[in-house]
């Protein structure tokens, strides 16, 4: 019989977990979100220069011809985003999600996503739902609210919209990181100097980062632009990433040939350009904003964890 206490049936960090489940899927139905469910395996996956998916060759069902190459999804999001542009109307999901390559205190290549879409409305409004969310179903303070930039102001000084390269190696470098790349550098300072400081005595909801950095997510116009973005903190750690959502198909499609040419550039192989999920947008998704929230890390915190490992039952190790 293991001697680990979390596979015990009625360990209390497994009774806590489903609890904290239970509290998620109360607050989200009591707010009129729709529970879905999307395939975990298919033919459509992000393209993210940052986000390697496992890889599935199927064949031989039915007519579909030769063996392919399917996806374990990294987020619901694409299968989401097809039932807004079918007109589900508002929706949720809790479910598993993948991604390759991801170990460690906070990451587990497996793990559990907890993901919504509302039509309509501002990533703002999302915003205030995601601070109710963190304090309903964990019990946390009220969330507080920073932009991105006066993030950076307040732990090192500087504007991450209109700081210069240099301006940028010279703070990295002082933390033995170089690079000459804007976004690596921003990224690098952004979780080594800025992360640690932020939901250290409530959730803090940073919003308005780099229009280089919007992936999903709807651009401004306003000098400098910006991405309607924004990302859950607590006590340093990341727990939820949030977009006001692209809409248009032909603005997606040239980010994601922009994510192969940077996956080319490292070494990585290129992902599907085209989806289902484009196709969709040709007939026309919604305005709409949403937001993905790691569920592994938020039990983590809640129960007062040093590991997302400590609060699964059985992580990648023993899988």
């Known amino acids: 019989m293991s001697s680990d206490p979390i596979l015990d049936p009625r360990s209390s960090i497994l009774v806590r977990r489903a609890e904290l489940l239970s ?4 607050f989200l139905q009591s707010r009129g979100y729709l529970e879905v469910e999307t395939p975990l395996l298919s033919f459509d996956v992000g393209v993210d220069l940052h ?20 996806y374990l999804q990294t987020s619901p999001e694409f299968g989401m985003k097809r039932l807004l542009s079918a007109g589900v109307g508002d929706c949720f999901q809790i479910s598993r999600s993948f991604r390759r390559g991801e170990a460690g205190a906070h990451h587990n290549p497996e793990f559990t996503i907890v ?6 409305g501002s990533y703002r409004d999302l915003m205030i739902e995601v601070g109710e969310f963190a304090s309903e179903v964990a019990g946390w303070p009220k969330a507080e609210t920073i932009s991105y930039a006066d993030a950076f102001q307040k732990a090192i000084a500087i504007d991450p919209h209109v700081a210069t390269i240099s301006d940028l190696s010279r703070l990295a470098a002082e933390r033995e990181f170089r690079s000459a790349d804007r976004d690596e550098l921003l990224n690098f300072l952004l979780a080594n100097a800025v992360e640690p400081n932020l939901g ?3 959730p803090t909801l ?8 919007a992936a999903l997510a709807k651009v401004t116009t306003d000098d400098p632009p910006v991405a309607q973005r924004f990302e859950l903190y607590y006590r340093g750690i990341e727990l939820a990433n949030g977009y006001q959502e692209l809409t ?5 499609r040239r980010r994601n040939r922009r994510q192969n040419e940077l996956r080319r550039a490292k070494g990585l192989a290129e992902l599907p350009a085209e989806s289902k999920l484009l196709a969709a947008m040709d007939a026309g998704l919604p305005e709409c904003t949403g937001v993905a929230l ?3 890390r938020l039990v983590m915190l809640a129960l007062g964890c040093s590991s997302v490992s400590e609060v699964m039952a059985f992580p990648f190790a023993q899988a």
Request: proline residues 8%.
């Open 248 to 252: 248009g198909a032909e603005e997606l």
């Open 115 to 120: 993901e919504w879409y509302r039509v309509g």
């Open 294 to 296: 790691g569920f592994d």
């Open 23 to 26: 509290a998620a899927r109360r």
């Open 200 to 202: 250290i005595e409530r």
């Open 206 to 213: 940073v919003y308005d980062y780099p229009a280089t950095q």
């Open 51 to 70: 986000l390697e998916p496992f890889r599935v060759e199927v064949g031989g069902y039915g007519n579909e011809g030769p063996p392919r190459t399917a």
